[in-house]
């Protein structure tokens, strides 16, 4: 019996020696994560103070992205079950009262099943107003209450008195939270992208600059000291910096507003669908790289960006495979087979608008994340690099006769008849693609390359906005060949974006000098001071002053030629002077002859200052390939309207007709309004065009049809003297002889025009 | 009580160990076993009001309100235990059949409206002081096992013995589970009279295997739990078995006290944060004074003061040990092997809970955690442990 005692004592020792190992083994494997778990759970009395995110604003300083405080409605049910519950109706009450749109009956129940829950949102994002107001309330609610119970306990009525309300116990707090806003909500949306939840920014300047955007969270610690009350220890919240971008609000909603009267005229012109399959424009200085605006087709709510309702959507269409797109329209794939339904007559914007494919597309920004051949804008840019690189003089004269043989290949021009004999002045301001193959070949491939190169295709421009794409897969390598290089002069064959055509052109038409395009100038802590300022970045020098002022030359001949003789006149801001190039480019599959047209112009001719270059993507036009007014009747439609409101002077002389089209333009300019424009196009669509660089051209050769416009003849233009005053330079109306507001064409006061004189 | 009759009932009993000569008590109690056990309810006590502290406040009630209360049954307890010391223990024989029917009808109280209902538990009385029955219960069963034993030596031999005395602890064990819902004291009164049988029996192997099969049934359960093959939905005690297989599962409900418990012991570390500054207390242990202490001991003395509680009460068994084998008789080694198995039971499977080896069920931590009936009876079972150690001679 003893020995059994004995054995039974030491199957104890044996589990108390187990216990022991267990117990060691909590504290080895676990320790230093308990000890974590153990200090995070004691943060239930501490919140977490949110930083405000960083807003952004234009170059005028008008806010286009800003957080605003919002708060959170918390039911915290062990409070306010706390003396058995006599504080629950009196607090349901004043919700009631303050917050309309609450359940009440559910926070009831809430609170009766959950009586140690200390957690509960109720309401999400009420704004700060509605908060004040219910703590007004409960203010007043909370002297009168302690009026009573103070009388009460006067009397002697210690119960009575306890049983007073006292809303200060309720259990309802507010959860500080800020929520981000777009005032101009669908302004220049592709480049600013948005904030959906988390602080955390999507596409553009929000995605670009997040982390500069975003502050750091503070916090509020409650915690027991030694004597066991609670003591609070704060750590305030560092808010985020501010962008100031290049961005003009007015220029933005200007191009944003013509963009869109372009697709609300040209939906449906031809074909069913949407004006083109994309529009952007580009504003932006050659000077100094900065951007002024950069708009597409369709614009969305900034505030809602997952809500497409009124977005128009059928441009892309395209991008999705067709059964993908019967099932978004309702249709079997089967029966499209049999029936032959069209389906982009059933594409609704209904019907696309939860279709993640088609939103990201919406959410991109043209300018910067598709790239697309070209065509004739790039014409200037290889008479450039012949220039520089001195393999043409730019006095030679070449023989268009309407076509070319290039290594077995015919490659015609726009004009097939030929132009004859021509400079190269008149070749650029043609567009005649032999004279530029000519040039090209003079130039040589590897020349050709390094020019490319230096004006940055191929490459990331380097601009401040997420998405860039650097289409480095679809440019020319030394693996070039001689009918490569033909169509390649031309601006085929090889693919750019848009913004490395703007920065590019800009250094063409500068001096050539090359800018980095550039959105935000300065970066502001919470307090408004300047935690980083960008200069201007020069990148290089990719052509001579001489060169850039030939350049100059012969763009503004493209522009400024009698219209015969040029193929962009159309797009001429009355009354200046402008330098620019038309586009007209093939579009892959070269059998489909669908095409994209473009225009880049610049003003003033001599030394510009601005530079507008709008891109149109298959448009919906019956003879695309001469479509190419439609690029430059929107770019005119736009520098007419920008120019004034940029200051810069009108140099020419205006026709009558011209004064009647300005006026008639003038009544809905936005100049002196904040106004903002809420349509706009945004970015890119079918990748129809996937530009496999090389090989393509062939027999169809017309690969670059060009533009001239075909303009009835009463349109035409008629010269038409204006008259300057010599005191001051602005122009006198033909009709009366009063001197004219430059910027608005109206008469001025002569108290006024006084001022003016100097 | 005279010594021939003590005789008498021995050899009727047939006993083994035969009074030889008239006895005269005059041995004196253990005295380190004292000292041990008043250690521990003093280190109790300090653990329960830093456990109890701020939940007591945060309740309504005085800082010391657990304090006190646990204060006042020790006291009554202590009396108890200093009262029964003195006591020949072999007056126990005589209140045995007593002892057994009190027990029942304590428990078989609860039912009426007598019984208490705390923490959604009926498992109390209300007798002016609360009482759980089921400790009275374990003393009870003691004492009658203990003389019932020694008056049936041959019989439980014997298959139809064991299967009697069998029945007769099983009644209790199932009214302790069936009336007051409480598994774990039914185990517990099972489990001391089944050791003491074992201890009692000149056969072993019977007993190990027994055990072992109960052991493998218990096993397959908590297998059959684990892959799902029943749903755990079934009762709470299902349930919890789930709960103790993967507490992090269940972290916010079934499995919330045993990884707070574990939260606990883990950020104590080797030393422990310092008497007093455990923050699990701060309401994330629920009832940290009660079956949970160990946790807080954990995270306030760290491993070292965990250690020092389980060599104390390694002590108090090794010294209930010396007495249960040195005890004059078998009745003796009888009672205060029973009262030996109670506290390494309790011990064991509180420590196993907390750590979370065994699932979590209502075990508390002699002496230490917080429980008036609890303290108050396993006093007095010491002071029949000390009655026993009193009548050792003295070599």
Redesign the interface.
Known sequence: ??K???V??FM??L??A???I???G??RD??E???K??LA??SYDSTTLPFKRGSIEDRNGTVLAYSEKVYNLIVDAKLLSVDKGVHIEPTLDILKKSFAELDIDEIRSYVEKNPGASYKKYLKRIESSRVENYNKFMEETIAANNERRDSLRKDGKTEEADAVYDPAKNGIWFEEEYKRKYPYNTLACDVIGFVQTGNEGQYGLEEYYNSILNGTNGRSYGY?NAD?TLTRSVKEAEDGYTLITSLDTNIQSIAEKHINEFAEQNRNAYRTGPAADNVGVIIMNPNNGEIYAMAGYPVYNLNEPQNMEGVDLTQYAGLLSKEDLAEAVGVSANSISENEIDLMELVTNESLSDNAVIKNAVWKNYCIADTYEPGSTMKPFTVAAALDAASITGNEVYTCNGALDVGGHTIHCHNRFGDGPLSVKEGVAKSCNVVLMDIAFALGKQEWLRYNRNFGFGEYTGIDLAGETSGASNVFTEKMGQTDLAVASFGQGFNVSMIQMAAGYGALVNGGKYYEPHLVTRILNSEGAIVKEYEPRRIKQVISEGVSAEIREDCKAVVMSEPEECTGWTARPAGYSMGGKTGTAEKLPRSAKNYLISFMGFVPADQPEVICYVVIDHPNHPDQSNSTRLATLLCKSIMTEVLPYLNIFPTEPITEKEREELTDAEASFFIGSNAVSDNSVSENSAEEEGGEASGQTGEEGEAAGEDNAMVPVDEMYTPNVIQYDPGTGFPLDPNTGEVLDPDTLQPIDENVKSDLEY | MDTAREVRTARRAGGLKKLKKKTKIKGQVDRSLIFIVLFLIVFGLIMIYSASA?SAVRSGKESNYYLMSQLRATLLGLVAMAWLSTWDYHKFRVIAWPAYVVSLVLIALVLTPLGMTINGARRWLNLGLSLQPAEVAKVGMIIFFSAYVYGNLKNIQHLKGIIKTMALVALPSLMVYGITDNLSSAIIIFSIVY?ML???SPK?APYIVIAGVLFLMAAFVVYVIAHNIIPAELSYRLGRIKAWLDPEAYASDRGFQTLQA?????????LGKGLGQS??K?G?VPEAQNDMIFSII?EELG?FG??AV?LL??ML??HL?MI??NAQD?FG?LLV?GVM?HF?LQ??LN??VV?N?LPNTGITLPFISYGGSSSVFLLTEIGIALSVSRSIRMT
């Open positions: 019996m003893q059994k005692l004995v039974l004592f104890v020792l589990a108390f187990y216990l022991i267990r117990r060691a909590i504290n676990n320790g994560a308990y000890k778990q153990v759970q004691q027991l066991g | 701020y050791i074992f201890i009692a072993s574990l939260y606990s012991i883990g950020s104590g570390g080797v923050t699990q701060l994330f954990c491993m965990a250690l389980i009460f390694i068994i090794y040990l249960a084998t078998l080694s092997t198995t390494a011990v064991i420590i196993a750590t080896t």
